[in-house]
């Protein structure tokens, strides 16, 4: 054995365990990389490949990718796999990095992978940053736009959120915020509790970990108004009921941190490290999802590894009561049924959804639906069979699956199949509106660019796809996540231009939810992903 | 660096890292050792002194014994230290340890710690023996004895419990148990659930985390019952109320194992790993104390490195509720009032009794007390003045606390000190009896023979030392740990067979609680430590 001579951020990375005496070796016969190739490589499997294998590359959604398995595959084959994907459901990188930079990857996973450190209370105040006082906060907006209607969007790959004016369709502003943002919040409509100024208020959490507060009353200069970092890799957050607290949690280190809504200042962290449902321990304890049960004083975490729902009650954080749920590996994202009661989460390595009701804080159910459920921002509507139901995407294969979930009004469909409806490809966004008679799917996954770049819709009553939408036929771009406007009226599907993640080149284009045809296209976007309607998400209008 | 070609079992023991890759290596200037004294100084290591100061050597109630630390003072302090023990309250060694293992244990600790493997439930579950079947428990006791009134004795060096008549003073058996079993607990009376047959069984945990059931009604022979094994290293353990669980708390892993009392079958297992009450992240948050909660369907669950109190819900294991409740660091061991509702407990590096409300899930409050305060099995009685108090001894100083406990009844003396006794020397374990104008404390901290070797007893109302008990005076024993009998006539005191701790050279004495005269020696025993009286305990006369 050896130890890497080159790994200066390596062993800055892993104070943590280099505190207790260990240092990063490399196995006899693993290939080494020059300093600067293992940077980048580093730099770019966390950017890339972390969040499906994991950072210590034990696997979750992706393949453990320690050296006792990639050591076996060798160098040209791994080469090949990170170029092309596989049917296994790796997505393809020829177009993200170069020939280069593939191979250093592929050396990158032989090697043992670099444990990164941990992160204190006191370490992330130090990041805790206020761009405009609480004091000088407006007491009404400070521009004549209906925010009600605006719509905040990631714009993945330029680390920014864009606010964009649903009435106009005119970009108010880019604002700065952590890297590759994976979900933006509000404060919502709450059954108990109750936010001041409901929807003015939202937080973005970067894949960094950097959270930032935006005020959508201020003038669009100053709409950042406070910023903080609770990770070194980050997935969700939530606002309490009572628009208190902030709720963010980390991939690395694997907890959840209560933070201050007001000043982003961190309160409360709390170890998500522990065991999985069948009683192994976990260190990678990542939390994948965090929501606000809106009836109850509570934040719903979900930890993907272990398979474990975490109710947890922020009433008093001194005295912090936390119902530990045991469901199934591995948990990724979910949302609300339309009484607020039952969470619903794909379990995607057990290809399960899982049921979770947030009044007796218990297991409600678990769904068998089919490979790698994701419903991202979820779908809810009525049925005229099974009454109110629910569907997913799957990122495995290309089919929406719709179960019933009124458990009062309906308890002989709730919680099972009700129907299914197959797609042209496997997608990661489902989407409907209350006064819509369709759902959208997107088909992301699917390899060939034509279905990438195609979102299907089908009908509540027939459940037949009625369109396909190719919306856009750009080579290196893809369609994806579907967003309502406040009266539901337009659906907003993203155009990711993956090929020039760096420049504006993508788009939202507008659809009208009735007559399912183009109204315009809102240009000027980097990446644009997840988009956040003011009005619905804080009316729960999911 | 290099790394330790000879640790093959550090090797073995290092089995959850060695899975992510890592490897135990040495620092270049570190001292070595041949592979059988490493692998001798590492078990001594873990069985004298791991206690303190942390298997990872982290430091907790002793200091920090990492490589960075150690390696200053050098091979030379480090065996004074040892072998003579320090102002600072650390043991001496000269007598338990010859020159040559002294010697090595003062290299082992300049060598980088061994991290030893995780332990799944799977793993747990492996150890879990049945030696008498369920359905062939007796249905009455098998003896003519008056059970109720049987000692429950560890026998700390030779891994066995002796059962003893409290009415005869016979040893009624010795029974196999883990290593230096630290406590022993039984089923107790309950506010709310009800266990079957209270003060039948008994459970014993071992240093090595073996748990082992004992059934006093059946012949001595086969009073052992069943067995488990739910960590490397353990300390407490306790039954719930209604007599179906048995949890047992981790050192390492870090961890508390739900088991089903009848079978010892493991259930469930919770890591303790997280965050102190400054918001560090502690890899080795040890299991110090755990207590079944007499009003409520709660165990009690303290973790010594991050303060923190968990009060977790047995009433539902799939769905299972845990208050943690964040108070100081190090918490040690505790005793509830006598109401059941509040359990105080020593966080001994910050010189606090802290207070938990079971009621209420909250913390209650934190008494300053004195240097490292120690309690063990603690005592409660009622002050002229104050009402209802407790104390406790110090491992520090000599001198017991004692403080108002009732806070509806006496709320201007609650949670105040009330009063404090000065004693000769430091000192382990505290009792009384509700039928006693006495309370006893022993002074097995302070380094002279004759004081080590002494108990002392003050009066409940003149708060005076009323007699120096000399309990044993030959070479190498030490007094320890009171208990009183049934009816509280007489206290029951272990005398410690320090310098021949493998031979069963080890008494107990018997005092008579109201003249303070010696009544008889109770011989045969191997390191007498801990003793469990079945009625007092079964009733919490604490």
Request: aromatic residues 8%; charged residues 25%.
């Given at each position: 054995m050896k130890t890497i001579k080159y790994g200066l951020s390596a062993i800055s990375l892993a104070i943590g365990i280099a505190a207790s005496g260990f240092s990063i070796s490399t196995l006899a016969n693993e290939p080494t990389l020059s300093k600067a190739d293992y940077e980048q490589a580093k730099l770019q499997y966390f950017q890339r490949c972390a969040g499906c294998h994991g950072t210590l590359r034990k696997g979750a959604t992706g393949k453990s990718l320690e050296p006792e398995e990639t050591l076996k595959k060798g160098q040209t084959r791994l080469e090949k796999i990170i170029a092309y994907g596989t049917e296994g459901g790796m997505n393809n990188f020829d177009d993200l990095f170069t020939k280069e930079e593939i191979a250093n990857l592929a050396t990158f996973i032989q090697m043992t992978p670099p444990v990164p450190p941990e992160m204190s209370l006191e370490q992330m105040r130090s990041h805790t940053k206020e761009y405009v006082a609480p004091k000088d906060y407006p007491s009404k907006p400070l521009h004549g736009l209906n925010w009600e209607n605006f719509f905040v969007v990631i714009e993945r790959d330029a680390g920014k959120a864009a606010i964009i004016d649903g009435d106009t369709k005119k970009i108010v502003t880019h604002i700065d915020t952590g890297y590759a943002v994976h979900v933006i919040k509000g404060t919502e409509h709450h059954k108990v509790d109750h936010a001041k100024d409901v929807g003015r208020f939202w937080y973005t959490i970067g894949r960094d970990g950097k959270v930032n507060k935006i005020d959508l009353w201020q003038t669009p200069d100053k709409m950042l108004v406070a910023e903080t970092k609770m990770a070194y890799d980050a997935r969700d957050i939530a606002v309490s009921g009572d628009g208190k607290y902030v709720i963010a949690g980390g991939y690395w280190p694997a907890h959840f941190v209560i933070m201050d809504a007001v000043t982003l200042n961190p309160l409360k962290v709390v170890s998500t490290r522990g065991y999985n449902t069948k009683g192994e321990f976990i260190n990678e304890a990542r939390v994948a999802a965090i929501y606000?049960?809106?009836?109850?004083?509570?934040?719903?975490?979900?930890?993907?590894?272990?398979?474990?729902?975490?109710?947890?009650?922020?009433?008093?954080?001194?005295?912090?009561?936390?119902?530990?749920?045991?469901?199934?590996?591995?948990?990724?994202?979910?949302?609300?049924?339309?009484?607020?009661?039952?969470?619903?989460?794909?379990?995607?390595?057990?290809?399960?959804?899982?049921?979770?009701?947030?009044?007796?804080?218990?297991?409600?159910?678990?769904?068998?639906?089919?490979?790698?459920?994701?419903?991202?921002?979820?779908?809810?509507?009525?049925?005229?069979?099974?009454?109110?139901?629910?569907?997913?995407?799957?990122?495995?294969?290309?089919?929406?699956?719709?179960?019933?979930?009124?458990?009062?009004?309906?308890?002989?469909?709730?919680?099972?199949?009700?129907?299914?409806?197959?797609?042209?490809?496997?997608?990661?966004?489902?989407?409907?509106?209350?006064?819509?008679?369709?759902?959208?799917?997107?088909?992301?996954?699917?390899?060939?660019?034509?279905?990438?770049?195609?979102?299907?819709?089908?009908?509540?009553?027939?459940?037949?796809?009625?369109?396909?939408?190719?919306?856009?036929?750009?080579?290196?771009?893809?369609?994806?996540?579907?967003?309502?406007?406040?009266?539901?009226?337009?659906?907003?599907?993203?155009?990711?231009?993956?090929?020039?993640?760096?420049?504006?080149?993508?788009?939202?284009?507008?659809?009208?939810?009735?007559?399912?045809?183009e109204k315009t296209r809102i240009k000027g976007l980097t990446t644009p992903t997840g988009k956040f309607n003011v009005f619905n998400r804080a009316n729960h209008k999911t």
């Amino acid at each position: 054995m050896k130890t890497i001579k080159y790994g200066l951020s390596a062993i800055s990375l892993a104070i943590g365990i280099a505190a207790s005496g260990f240092s990063i070796s490399t196995l006899a016969n693993e290939p080494t990389l020059s300093k600067a190739d293992y940077e980048q490589a580093k730099l770019q499997y966390f950017q890339r490949c972390a969040g499906c294998h994991g950072t210590l590359r034990k696997g979750a959604t992706g393949k453990s990718l320690e050296p006792e398995e990639t050591l076996k595959k060798g160098q040209t084959r791994l080469e090949k796999i990170i170029a092309y994907g596989t049917e296994g459901g790796m997505n393809n990188f020829d177009d993200l990095f170069t020939k280069e930079e593939i191979a250093n990857l592929a050396t990158f996973i032989q090697m043992t992978p670099p444990v990164p450190p941990e992160m204190s209370l006191e370490q992330m105040r130090s990041h805790t940053k206020e761009y405009v006082a609480p004091k000088d906060y407006p007491s009404k907006p400070l521009h004549g736009l209906n925010w009600e209607n605006f719509f905040v969007v990631i714009e993945r790959d330029a680390g920014k959120a864009a606010i964009i004016d649903g009435d106009t369709k005119k970009i108010v502003t880019h604002i700065d915020t952590g890297y590759a943002v994976h979900v933006i919040k509000g404060t919502e409509h709450h059954k108990v509790d109750h936010a001041k100024d409901v929807g003015r208020f939202w937080y973005t959490i970067g894949r960094d970990g950097k959270v930032n507060k935006i005020d959508l009353w201020q003038t669009p200069d100053k709409m950042l108004v406070a910023e903080t970092k609770m990770a070194y890799d980050a997935r969700d957050i939530a606002v309490s009921g009572d628009g208190k607290y902030v709720i963010a949690g980390g991939y690395w280190p694997a907890h959840f941190v209560i933070m201050d809504a007001v000043t982003l200042n961190p309160l409360k962290v709390v170890s998500t490290r522990g065991y999985n449902t069948k009683g192994e321990f976990i260190n990678e304890a990542r939390v994948a999802a965090i929501y606000t049960a809106p009836n109850e004083s509570s934040f719903i975490v979900a930890v993907k590894e272990t398979g474990q729902m975490l109710q947890v009650d922020y009433s008093d954080l001194d005295n912090l009561t936390i119902t530990t749920i045991a469901s199934a590996e591995f948990l990724h994202d979910g949302f609300f049924d339309p009484s607020g009661r039952y969470f619903q989460i794909a379990a995607n390595a057990s290809n399960k959804m899982v049921v979770v009701d947030t009044k007796e804080r218990k297991l409600e159910a678990m769904i068998d639906v089919e490979s790698l459920p994701h419903p991202g921002p979820g779908a809810n509507w009525v049925d005229k069979k099974c009454g109110p139901v629910a569907g997913t995407t799957h990122l495995g294969v290309g089919l929406v699956s719709v179960w019933g979930n009124d458990p009062i009004g309906h308890p002989d469909q709730a919680w099972k199949l009700c129907y299914e409806v197959e797609t042209d490809g496997a997608g990661v966004f489902i989407r409907t509106h209350e006064t819509s008679q369709y759902v959208w799917a997107d088909q992301l996954k699917h390899p060939e660019p034509e279905i990438q770049q195609s979102v299907q819709v089908f009908d509540k009553n027939t459940h037949e796809i009625v369109k396909t939408i190719r919306v856009t036929e750009e080579e290196g771009k893809a369609a994806l996540h579907m967003e309502f406007n406040d009266d539901g009226s337009e659906v907003w599907v993203s155009v990711w231009n993956r090929k020039d993640a760096r420049n504006p080149t993508g788009e939202i284009v507008v659809y009208d939810a009735k007559t399912l045809k183009e109204k315009t296209r809102i240009k000027g976007l980097t990446t644009p992903t997840g988009k956040f309607n003011v009005f619905n998400r804080a009316n729960h209008k999911t």
